[in-house]
């Protein structure tokens, strides 16, 4: 099972990360990135294969694919500022880590703009 | 580029070799030596961790339709 080597992975860089950081603080932040995208693609099978899961479902359903597809960009957006507001914060950057959030929320928002402004046209529609 | 848990140890390895090395020659008197081998041992490191950096975003980008 792969958690056991997700674990297993995690664990050492930690220790390894742990004894760097009282000779030279810098390269427990490198040992921790690298840890992070390590875990994220041994993962990313199995994420490739759930998101082709949901595309076949929206296909049956016959919903239009555009907004699956802004899902799964806003998923991803979301993610990648997440890890790196993360790894600005183990840095102790707190302020610029807030401030990747805050870019990330902007720009999440710009693209679930359509998708509510098509829920308000048919709430629109529907009000006789 | 192997990107796995040899990563991780190549990084550590360079990180104990840098402060190895910044003791030895500050105690032999070279600190202008010592602090070239602080910024070569971070050159190498950065550009390791930013080709991993790359692959993650390039993967992410794939997977997710970013354009």
């Not at chain 1, 040992?31 to 875990?39: D, E, K, P, Q």
């Not at chain 1, 998101?51 to 076949?56: I, N």
């Not at chain 1, 829920?119 to 629109?124: D, G, H, K």
């Not at chain 2, 105690?27 to 961790?49: D, N, Q, Y």
Request: with cysteine; net charge positive; hydrophobic share 60%.
């Amino acid at each position: 099972m792969e958690i056991f080597k997700i674990v297993g992975l995690g664990i050492t860089a930690t220790i390894l990360s742990v004894i760097i950081k009282q000779y030279k603080p810098e390269y427990g932040i490198h040992i921790s990135i690298a840890t992070g995208v390590i875990i994220f693609l041994l993962i990313v099978g199995k994420l490739a294969s759930i998101l082709k899961v949901m595309e076949q479902l929206t296909n049956k359903m016959e919903i239009d694919l555009i907004y699956v597809k802004s899902i799964f960009k806003i998923i991803g957006i979301a993610y990648i500022s997440e890890f790196g507001a993360q790894v600005c914060r183990d840095s102790g950057e707190e302020s610029i880590a807030l401030k990747i959030e805050f870019a990330g929320k902007i720009l999440i928002m710009v693209l679930a703009l359509p998708i509510l402004l098509s829920v308000l046209n048919l709430i629109v529609k529907l009000i006789p | 580029m192997a990107i796995d848990i040899n990563m991780i140890f190549k990084i550590a390895a360079i990180g104990i070799l840098v402060s190895v090395l910044n003791m030895v020659l500050k105690h032999s008197g070279r600190e202008e030596m010592a602090m070239m081998t602080t910024i070569a041992g971070l050159i190498i490191v950065l550009f390791m961790i930013i080709n991993i950096i790359n692959n993650l975003f390039s993967t992410v980008r794939t997977m997710f339709e970013i354009y």
